[in-house]
């Protein structure tokens, strides 16, 4: 590694040809042959870095395993979870018998007591569902006719980012920042957790069903210490190209092996690859859960840090940075706070997470008030629970009435890329900011 000094004004075109790419639409470009191979090294600054970080020529694809951190404390089954205020006694998570769930990885079967129970709950609960057909595997390209209508009737987030109001995309306060970590729990999870302990630092984690079965004390340690914990299904498909059983199925059986790991339910949800429309969100509410995405500034550009495609090599640690450095310039102008795309499923992500990310959003001034989503909205860690949520705060989503931006509003438009661009003061900016340190590292 070498430091170079770069004039702000180069910064400044090179961030601005790195709008940043919403991860399926990167994929979709990948996989018809029109994208290049990514170049190996890229411009970014960093304020600080954790001492004991793991190099970034070392986080690459095939990087030799690591050794992983023991969970920093365990918790016993009847321990009081003293971080949500009257939730009920810890599970004993020996006792899950993964042969009463689902297959792991795989998309739930609708056929079984469960996922019929589910239907009919969803059923009795008064919330129509729209009648939107499934889109096909492929995203926008694959899908015209949705795509021509996602940012009307079918509000679809994937083509373009409709968002409805009751879509959690950004934190309300500035320079407030909603952490977020997907796709666990895993082995390199009790690496960020040990990193978050010693900053003292609280998450909020999207995990997936088929996960929690394989590491349920980890899940248990993230919830007992504070964290929040939040659906991301069971086996991580694309919920629009699912049928509605399916959909109910894969956000159920993830409800209820939360349920049997901490005792609690979970009031929030992440869909897979940010892929939510009209009907996924009346059958989320319908089922008590309110979607949380990240933050959009344009039609193209999200918050996505690319840090999942570190594991495979479509993405590397310098681009990686790069689009971090995108995120911190771009986000310090907003008058709101802001949700980023991160994950701990992969070794790569927690090391460029721990040793870069987080260092370098710790040292940032003016300061990130960093917390988990529930927080940053200004709401307690009770209400991310079903079983603990008071109702005062933060309505169930199930019981919320219908009216403009709900799901419940089928016929309405949703607001489109342009509207969510609006609605941040300061991005005019997006494209011409320019970065004050001038010391820029290259691999
Ligand atoms: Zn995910």
């Not at 109910?248 to 892929?275: A, M, N, Q, Y």
Request: aromatic share 8%; net charge negative.
């Amino acid at each position: 590694m070498k430091t170079i000094l770069f004039s702000s004004l180069a910064v400044a075109a090179v961030a601005a040809h790195n709008p940043l790419e919403a991860r399926q639409s990167a994929s979709s470009a990948a996989s018809a042959g029109t994208g290049a191979p990514p170049p190996s090294s890229f411009s970014f600054t960093l304020a600080t870095t954790n001492p004991t970080a793991i190099p970034l020529a070392s986080i690459v694809s095939n990087a030799q395993t690591q050794a992983t951190h023991a969970l920093p404390t365990t918790f016993s089954p009847g321990a009081t979870p003293t971080a949500v205020k009257g939730a009920p006694p810890l599970p004993n998570a020996a006792l899950l018998a993964p042969s009463s769930y689902p297959a792991l990885d795989v998309i739930v079967r609708t056929d079984s007591p469960e996922v019929q129970q589910w239907i009919s709950e969803v059923n009795k609960s008064g919330i129509p569902i729209p009648d939107i057909a499934p889109t096909v595997a492929g995203g926008c390209p694959a899908n015209p006719v949705a795509a021509a209508d996602a940012d009307k009737s079918r509000c679809w987030w994937t083509c373009g980012g409709c968002v409805q109001a009751t879509d959690i995309t950004t934190c309300p306060d500035k320079l407030t920042w909603g952490l977020t970590y997907d796709d666990g729990p895993s082995p390199y999870t009790p690496d960020l957790l040990q990193f978050l302990n010693e900053k003292n630092l609280k998450s909020t984690f999207f995990v997936v069903g088929s996960r929690v079965i394989s590491f349920p004390s980890f899940l248990q340690t993230e919830y007992m210490q504070g964290h929040q914990i939040a659906v991301h299904t069971w086996s991580h498909p694309s919920l629009t190209t699912l049928t509605n059983a399916q959909i109910i199925g894969e956000l159920g059986w993830s409800k209820k092996v939360i349920k049997d790991v901490l005792g609690v339910t979970p009031s929030h949800f992440r869909p897979p690859f940010g892929d939510i429309d009209n009907r996924v969100r009346a059958i989320a509410k319908a089922m008590g859960l309110t979607p949380v995405m990240w933050t959009r500034i344009s039609p193209m550009a999200t918050f996505d840090t690319d840090d999942f495609d570190l594991h495979s090599g479509a993405s590397t640690a310098s681009k990686v940075l790069q689009n971090w450095n995108f995120i911190e310039a771009n986000a310090t102008t907003f008058d709101t706070g802001f949700i980023l795309l991160e994950h701990d499923l992969f070794q790569q992500s927690v090391d460029i997470a721990t040793g870069y990310i987080l260092p370098d959003a710790l040292a940032h001034q003016p300061a990130f008030k960093i917390e988990p989503v529930i927080s940053c909205m200004n709401k307690p860690l009770t209400d991310a629970y079903i079983e603990t949520n008071d109702n005062k705060t933060n309505p169930p989503a199930q019981s919320a009435s219908g009216g403009p931006g709900s799901a419940q509003a089928t016929g309405g438009s949703g607001s489109n890329g342009s509207a969510v661009v609006a609605a941040l003061p300061g991005l005019g900016s997006v494209v011409a900011f320019t970065i004050s340190l001038i010391a820029v590292m290259t691999l």
